[in-house]
């Protein structure tokens, strides 16, 4: 069993509609918890950082960690068809070697106009 | 523009041939890593490097080499004992004492022909 467990899509959502992702974890050791979007041939970009739980919000983007469910979620509110991409959820332990970052799979997501 | 820059886009190689990722960083960040990214899998951990002249072994460190004789440079060899070279590669870079937000530069395609 993958340590970080996300589900790969698609998820296809009109434009406009909340786009709701999510990703499991087995590690009770992971801390950070970030959110990358990744353009197709393209490299991720950082999205969201949160640090052990509780909710953060920039923008369209709310990223949420429930440590106790083991259970992180990203919303993104007001979807635009530029949203379409692949979402990484990404973690690491306080004391991960090297800070190592696991990662999840990725859900492709598509915006449709 | 600071960012990471990664070198060529795309590579092909020959079957028992050895080639070199280029992978330069202009944000003065002391660690460096190297993922490699499979269709449908997450990043996985080949090296990292927190500071000059020292790296260490990931997740799927055979197969692969790498340096780090300066500290704005890491590049990554696939050599010819890796089995399944075809991926997409990805190199990253962070703060030392905050290594968890890493950024990442385009990526590299590898083939094998």
């Known amino acids: 069993q993958k340590e970080v467990e996300q589900d790969p899509g698609p998820l296809s959502v009109p434009e406009g509609a909340i786009v709701s992702l999510n990703c499991t974890y087995s590690?009770?050791?992971?801390?950070?918890f970030m959110w990358y979007r990744q353009y197709s041939r393209k490299g991720p970009e950082l999205l969201m950082y949160?640090?052990?739980?509780g909710n953060k919000e920039d923008g369209r983007f709310t990223a949420q960690v429930d440590k106790s469910s083991k259970y992180i979620s990203l919303f993104i509110r007001d979807s635009q068809p530029s949203d379409s991409a692949t979402y990484l959820c990404?973690?690491?332990?306080?004391?991960?070697?090297?800070?190592?970052?696991?990662f999840g799979g990725g859900t492709r997501v598509l915006v449709k106009p | 523009d600071g960012g990471i820059t990664q070198s060529p886009k795309y590579l092909f190689r020959k079957e028992g041939q050895n080639v070199t990722l280029s992978c330069e960083q202009n944000?003065?960040?002391?660690?460096m890593y190297w993922y490699r990214q499979d269709p449908g899998q997450g990043l996985r951990l080949i090296y990292y490097?927190?500071?000059?002249?020292?790296?260490q072994k990931g997740d799927i460190a055979e197969g692969y080499s790498v340096s780090r004789e300066k500290k704005e440079s890491f590049p990554l060899t696939v050599t010819s004992a890796q089995k399944n070279p075809t991926a997409f590669y990805l190199c990253?870079?962070?703060?030392?004492?905050?290594?968890?937000?890493?950024?990442f530069g385009q990526g590299t395609r590898l083939t094998v022909v």
């Open positions: 944000l003065n960040h002391d660690a």
């Open positions: 990253a870079s962070s703060i030392a004492e905050r290594g968890r937000r890493a950024f």
């Open positions: 490097s927190q500071i000059v002249n020292d790296f």
């Open positions: 990404a973690m690491s332990a306080w004391r991960a070697a090297g800070n190592k970052l696991t």
């Open positions: 949160t640090y052990s739980s």
């Open positions: 590690n009770s050791a992971f801390q950070y």
